[in-house]
């Protein structure tokens, strides 16, 4: 019976720790304890119980864990500025991708603009917005 004290306990440090770190790490090992408890409980010897601890923590990792990450793998979530790509933008200052220069207008915001194929899109003309990148609007002329 002190033996399975010794496995509750352990089951109860385990949670905790997945509690604190949300990495799905610790969950398979309270797992194990729990197996470790039931032989215990059955009145094996502690090594055998060890050896129930492992294995049952082994299967867990290699069987569930990468089940259960599908389901908790963060998502990518579109920012609203994934609403401009096909939008016109208005070239307020000229495009140079070499020099690393120009900005344009869309929505009444201010971005800064590439070309997405190097080419040079003057102050005034409008293009089509083809991407975004961080902070740029990757950009194509807009064929008249």
């Given amino acids: 019976m002190e033996q399975a004290v010794i496995w509750i306990l352990g089951i109860i440090a385990f ?3 997945e509690a604190v770190t949300y990495q799905l790490v610790s969950i ?3 797992i194990g304890a729990l197996g470790g408890m039931i032989a215990a409980f059955s ?3 502690f090594y055998v119980q060890m050896a ?7 299967i867990c990792i290699l069987c569930l864990r990468p089940i259960s990450m599908k389901f908790f793998k963060p998502r990518n979530v579109e ?3 994934q609403s401009l790509v096909g939008k016109e933008v208005l070239i307020t200052s000229d495009v140079d991708n070499i020099r690393g220069l120009g900005e344009g207008k869309v929505d009444g915001k201010v971005w800064t603009v590439r070309s997405i194929d190097n080419s040079h899109v003057l102050k005034g003309e409008t293009a089509v917005i083809e991407k975004i ?3 740029k609007l990757i950009v194509k002329r807009k064929d008249d």
Avoid: D, K, M, R
């Fill in 15 to 17: 949670i905790i720790l």
């Fill in 28 to 30: 398979w090992f309270a």
């Fill in 43 to 45: 009145g094996v010897n």
């Fill in 52 to 58: 129930v601890f492992i294995a049952v923590s082994f």
């Fill in 79 to 81: 920012t609203n500025a």
């Fill in 133 to 135: 990148e961080g902070v």
